[in-house]
């Protein structure tokens, strides 16, 4: 399967600060999305990178891919209150398989 | 608000009973995924359909069933409820196919067997 785990699987920082969340997956994928879930609702899609994009940016958000090493990076800058949620990957495939995410708290 | 409504929004029921979970997908997308959130298994995928047609299948237990209609609404059928069935469950709906689409989540069913 394309299970994405993601790492830590908490993260606590203060408001401004930026957070780096990381993701790695077992097989080849054509792209890799990431999805944010704020408690018990469903997941709304931040950001997809393709196979062949190393580094893509949307507003605060930045994501790396490197399929050598079978793994992504999310990076939230200048973080703020409202980006406390959990984060998903997932890699494009068949099956689409979520990770248990990484669960980031942002304090004012 | 994704476009994909859900019903119930909370379903309270007992072991050994049968649910059915009902979605709505986004307006003009022909794929519905079904998933299930519990707390020691993270989020698992169960099912999708594409235009009425089963395409795939994750870790979908033979006590669940679930089909698309021709409206392409979709319904989630569990039975037997085991208090390990207690989730959320959501669905999500794409355009199509393709891996590449965004899938849009629906607000969840939250099931809690008693």
């Known amino acids: 399967s394309q299970q994405g785990e993601e790492d830590p699987q908490a993260l606590s920082i203060q408001e401004g600060e930026n957070a780096t969340m990381n993701c790695s997956y077992k097989?080849?994928?054509?792209?890799l999305q990431w999805y944010r879930q704020n408690s018990g609702r469903g997941l709304v899609h931040l950001i997809l990178?393709?196979?062949?994009?190393r580094e893509k940016h949307s507003g605060r958000l930045r994501v790396t891919l490197d399929t050598s090493k079978k793994s992504s990076s999310l990076l939230i800058t200048a973080s703020r209150a409202a980006d406390t949620a959990s984060y998903f990957c997932?890699?494009?495939?068949?099956?689409?398989?979520f990770g248990r995410g990484t669960s980031l708290i942002v304090h004012p | 608000d994704s476009g994909v409504t859900q019903t119930p929004k909370h379903l309270i029921t007992a072991t050994g009973q049968r649910v059915t979970l009902r979605c709505s997908p986004r307006s003009g997308d022909l794929s519905v995924y079904w998933y299930q959130q519990s707390l020691d298994q993270g989020l698992q995928f169960l099912i999708q359909?594409?235009?009425?047609?089963?395409?795939a299948k994750g870790n979908i237990l033979e006590r669940f069933s679930a089909q698309q209609f021709p409206d392409l609404h979709s319904e989630l059928n569990l039975s037997s409820l085991e208090l390990g069935d207690s989730a959320l469950y959501f669905c999500?709906?794409?355009?199509?196919?393709?891996?590449?689409?965004?899938?849009?989540f629906g607000p969840g069913t939250r099931l809690l067997v008693l």
């Open positions: 097989t080849s994928i054509n792209n």
């Open positions: 997932v890699g494009g495939s068949y099956i689409p398989t």
């Open positions: 990178i393709r196979s062949n994009e």
């Open positions: 359909y594409y235009n009425g047609e089963e395409r």
């Open positions: 999500a709906s794409s355009v199509d196919l393709s891996r590449e689409e965004t899938q849009y």
